[in-house]
């Protein structure tokens, strides 16, 4: 299983920061400076895009709010069996496939399609083959800043090393 980033949204910053200066006044990436965020990241623009420059509740808050992850997407081009691309392609049917046989996929979706993907992929009940796909996935997403987004979920690490995703359990306390 090779997977490797292939294209991500990237805005043009010149027009995207005059363009909101000269209507609201303010730069949307001032609120970049107060986290680990940098402007050359491929999650700042999504973190901008409450334009409220409050860019870590974009990202943590944001896939509730479907409208701003939609704004961003990104494509991972694919070395895989054919059984599992056959697998794989049916169990997630939201995400963009171009398919080459016999194993280049490419795939592409939105941050809200990945947001839901990476979960539903990352969970436990999952074969171990899709959740190696999608640990290699959620990898890259947090080496890119993407990581804030999956906070409403408790991580922790399976049998076999891969990341496992479930929803956080409320305290009784």
């Known amino acids: 299983m ?3 980033p ?3 949204t990237r805005p043009d910053w ?7 200066q000269e209507i609201l006044g303010f730069s949307p990436s001032v609120g970049l400076g107060e986290t680990y965020i940098k ?6 623009y999504l973190a901008t895009l409450d334009l409220e420059n409050r860019p870590l509740n974009q990202l943590r808050r944001g896939h509730f709010i479907k409208s701003s992850f939609n704004h961003v997407s990104f494509s991972f081009i694919c070395s895989l069996e054919q059984p599992f691309i056959v697998d794989f392609v049916i169990q997630f049917p939201n995400l963009q496939y171009i398919y080459r046989k016999p194993s280049l996929l490419i795939v592409t979706a939105t941050m809200t399609e990945w947001y839901l993907a990476v979960r539903r992929g990352l969970n436990v009940s999952q074969e171990r083959n899709i959740r190696e796909f999608f640990h290699i996935i959620y990898g890259f997403f947090s080496r890119y800043g993407f990581q804030d987004i999956w906070t409403d979920l408790e991580k922790s690490t399976g049998k076999d090393s891969f990341i496992v995703m479930g929803a956080k359990y409320e305290s009784s306390h």
């Open 2 to 4: 090779k997977i490797y």
């Open 6 to 8: 292939l294209a991500v």
């Open 14 to 20: 010149e027009t995207y920061i005059k363009t909101v």
């Open 39 to 44: 402007i050359e990241s491929p999650a700042a």
